[in-house]
């Protein structure tokens, strides 16, 4: 404070003058401590990255940098971890910065335009190439990667050249060489995913714009192109995942959104629908499928789906005809689905019209010969089939696969009545009621027990003497009782309750 009386200064102007004077007396210690640590950072990230341990290594570069942004060498060994750790776009920064600091650094210029090249950015990428073979005219590495930038602008004028003419497959030939060389080129890849689209292949288009999501910040129209060529196939959770990514860039955007609710309307009426059978509520799972195909009626997948499930369901609600016909429209619109084959094979067999059933699953075999639930099938309906042609015991007493005990027994007593062979005076008319009294007493034996039922309706006559131990000929009667053997007059009353 006396010097500031004797100079002169007001009380204010002195403190700051002070103030300044210990700040800088601070800040050489606190520099010169920086440049201790600065070095141990780039010892330790030297010695991680040699290690491969590449997260911890970056974490070391960063602290250097922040300590002496004015070390072009610092940001140089950081962008080679950041290539390391496959993360070009954020190596270039690095790079340029090393660059603007030493302009001579060649290089740094060689991997800059090594990175350019890679991401298709010919005129750039030859420009650094030139710029090394300017001081050093005779690098081997800059001279190739020149003419590999000169060769890529010319393919890319091609290619576009041979897409705007319509030649899509040359299109793609040329890119498949122009991606080879710049394969962190978004613009090639969605190129040539357009091409694919426009030859009728999504898949590959798909597989071509799902790496562009990532070479190109904010992409958005990737992800909502992705989602509808995924909708578009059938595969709405996928479709409903890249929809949601677009919105996580920017939830207002229109084409996003509007797109999202068609998906996740339909996604959950798709989930809504299997659940219900899942829980065999059949019914009801028909008639979410029927608003599936009212929410999408342009697009074939989801209408050729919600025809098989209605069939299946159907099916399982023993409407053998209406099934028929919903399984024969799915199949007309999809023929070469092995599911809807199947489900009109078990349709028929409800039907109890074996030899088209077994065609069905002939057929369903040659698209899916390996799947063990259609050999099943078929095994199910040939026996099915050859059990018909002897005895079918539904037919006998007139009433479909899916009757019940009390139906069984009701349409049995009203035919035991009828072909009584009491009721006949002829002789022959008395044998061939005596043949028809039989196999409805039979047919209501076999339906009425649950274990023989099963048999049969697995292909197998419980009553056919070839599937018997011992096996003998002759017509077989429950419990060995046939009211005809003795030859003598037989009497049946029945009680009505």
């Not at 950015?121 to 590999?148: C, G, I, N, Y």
């Not at 050729?304 to 099934?323: D, H, Y």
């Not at 011992?470 to 049946?492: A, D, V």
Request: charged fraction near 30%; charge should be negative.
């Amino acid at each position: 404070m006396e010097s500031c009386r004797r100079t002169g200064l007001s009380g204010v102007l002195c403190s700051l003058s002070l103030l300044c004077v210990i700040l800088d007396i601070q800040l050489d210690g606190v520099l010169g401590a920086t440049h201790v640590e600065i070095e141990h950072h780039l010892e330790m990230g030297r010695k991680l990255l040699a290690a491969g341990q590449l997260a911890e290594a970056l974490s070391h570069y960063h602290s250097a940098v922040e300590g002496d942004t004015k070390n072009y060498l610092t940001y140089y060994k950081r962008a080679a971890v950041f290539l390391a750790m496959g993360k070009s776009k954020s190596a270039l920064p690095d790079l340029t910065r090393a660059i603007q600091l030493k302009p001579d650094f060649l290089a740094a210029r060689l991997q800059r335009g090594n990175i350019l090249l890679k991401q298709g950015s010919t005129q750039e990428a030859k420009e650094d190439f030139e710029a090394v073979l300017q001081r050093s005219p005779d690098h081997e590495e800059a001279q190739a990667q020149l003419m590999r930038a000169n060769e890529l602008e010319e393919l890319q004028e091609e290619a576009h050249a041979a897409y705007h003419q319509g030649d899509y497959s040359t299109t793609i030939a040329v890119l498949e060489r122009v991606i080879e060389i710049s394969p962190w080129d978004p613009e090639s890849r969605e190129l040539r995913a357009e091409c694919y689209i426009r030859m009728g292949d999504p898949q590959k288009a798909i597989q071509d714009l799902t790496p562009t999501t990532r070479l190109r910040n904010d992409n958005r129209a990737a992800f909502l192109k992705l989602s509808m060529l995924h909708y578009s196939l059938g595969d709405h959770h996928e479709s409903l995942n890249h929809i949601r990514e677009c919105l996580k860039l920017d939830q207002d955007d229109k084409e996003c959104f509007g797109h999202y609710k068609q998906v996740k309307k339909l996604s959950k009426q798709l989930d809504s629908a299997e659940e219900l059978i899942q829980e065999e509520r059949h019914q009801q799972a028909i008639d979410k499928y029927q608003s599936v195909m009212k929410t999408e009626p342009n697009v074939p997948f989801y209408t050729n789906l919600a025809k098989e499930r209605i069939c299946f369901c159907l099916i399982k609600l023993n409407l053998a005809l209406e099934a028929i016909d919903v399984c024969s429209e799915a199949h007309q619109r999809d023929p070469r689905n092995a599911n809807v084959l199947r489900d009109r094979a078990e349709a028929f067999i409800l039907n109890q019209e074996y030899e088209k059933a077994v065609e069905d699953y002939l057929e369903a075999k040659e698209f899916d010969s390996e799947r063990h639930d259609l050999k099943e099938g078929l095994d199910r309906a040939q026996k099915l089939l050859k059990v018909s042609r002897k005895r079918d015991y539904y037919k006998i007493l007139g009433v479909g696969r899916s009757a019940n005990k009390q139906e069984i027994i009701k349409a049995y007593r009203k035919l035991a009545m009828q072909w009584h062979p009491d009721n006949f005076q002829s002789e022959s008319e008395k044998k061939e009621a005596e043949k028809r009294f039989i196999d409805i007493a039979s047919a209501k034996e076999v339906l009425t027990d649950p274990e023989m039922r099963q048999k049969f309706d697995a292909g197998e006559d419980p009553l056919d003497p070839e599937n018997q131990q011992g096996g003998g000929g002759g017509q077989n009667w429950p419990h060995s009782f046939n009211p005809f053997e003795s030859g003598g007059s037989f009497h049946f009353k029945f009680h009505h309750n």
